[in-house]
């Protein structure tokens, strides 16, 4: 049997072009060989405060985002956490079995928290609560980024505990870290690519193309000698042409640089027109989901396949645990 991935992504506004190579496009790919279950976690959005009506809209529009990169909710189940209810309950029941000083020790609280004048529960539980949104699958392979690895640890202890405690019952997924893409800012080349840095900072996949265009051709190139070494700048746009254009076009201008005879202007030009060929067709996907106006019966649909596995997870659990059976 294929084996089952669980990777979920916060509703934060559109997706940016260091999401979508460095993760999104990963995914599209696990649903060749791998039972994927793909989850919107609204949940963790409110960990820091949200407009209501914004956390809904945004979690819809990341839904047309995945989808249109090439999420198939045919293949992969694809849902938002808060309609399946059981992510919290496990999130309880783990919370049990996980050690303060374990939460006390993950780097991401501590720089989300940082300076802050009200700091909620539920970003230091944070990890308990995504630890119970992979496991409630019983996912064995987890596509993480450098950042989450230390969650993802969390997780395995979280499920040996439990196991030892209750009963063997949870897999210790493992992470799949592929190549990545660490793309960074064209502003700033020395940043890594986030909306939080401002408009200037990022490349959204929904982006209008004129927009985009006047990115790349503005994007930083030089910072400054550097020896025989690559400036970051130029750098940085080698690496969004290797994940869109074809190896030869790399090559060549690989060539060039190395000749001392590539003109940056013609290295942007490229980017831009590599990058727009694979955004093109992701923006005229999603412009077919809005006009088909369906994408809410999706989720509905997707989340009914989610609890099916949750509430026969969570029933064993309860089990396991002691618990009474839950009401009908």
């Not at 800012?185 to 401002?198: F, I, Q, T, W, Y």
């Not at 750098?235 to 201008?253: G, K």
Request: charged share 25%.
């Amino acid at each position: 049997m294929a084996k089952r991935v669980f990777s979920g992504i916060q509703p934060t506004g559109t997706l940016h072009i260091g999401n979508y190579f460095g993760a999104i496009r990963n995914w599209v790919a696990l649903q060749e060989d791998h039972d994927c279950v793909y989850c919107i976690v609204d949940y963790h959005a409110i960990t820091v405060e949200v407009d209501p009506q914004v956390l809904h809209d945004a979690s819809i529009n990341m839904a047309l985002d995945l989808i249109a990169c090439g999420i198939d909710p045919e293949r992969s189940i694809l849902f938002v956490q808060s309609a399946v209810p059981e992510h919290t309950e496990l999130a309880w029941i783990f919370g049990c079995v996980t050690s303060y000083g374990d939460l006390t020790r993950m780097t991401q609280f501590k720089d989300k928290s940082a300076g802050k004048k009200f700091v909620s529960a539920g970003l230091f539980n944070y990890p308990v609560l995504q630890a119970a949104d992979i496991l409630l699958y019983r996912a064995e392979e987890v596509p993480v980024g450098e950042d989450q690895v230390q969650h993802l640890e969390l997780s395995r202890r979280i499920a040996r505990r439990f196991n030892s405690r209750f009963g063997e019952f949870f897999p210790e997924p493992t992470p799949i870290v592929g190549k990545g893409a660490r793309i960074m800012s064209l502003a700033d080349p020395e940043r890594k690519m986030s909306k939080s840095a401002g408009e200037a900072h990022y490349i959204g996949v929904m982006e209008e193309e004129a927009s985009i265009r006047k990115k790349v051709r503005s994007a930083v190139t030089d910072l400054g000698p550097r020896g025989d070494e690559m400036s970051p700048g130029v750098a940085n746009l080698f690496e969004i042409l290797e994940l869109s254009a074809d190896p030869e076009t790399v090559a060549e201008l690989r060539r060039e640089y190395a000749a001392g005879t590539l003109m940056y202007s013609h290295l942007k030009d490229v980017v831009f027109e590599s990058l727009m060929r694979v955004l093109r067709p992701i923006q005229a996907r999603r412009a077919e989901l809005v006009a088909a106006g369906n994408v809410e019966e999706i989720l509905a649909a997707g989340a009914e396949k989610a609890r099916r596995i949750a509430r026969e997870n969570m029933r064993q659990v309860r089990e396991m645990v002691g618990l009474f059976p839950c009401a009908r």
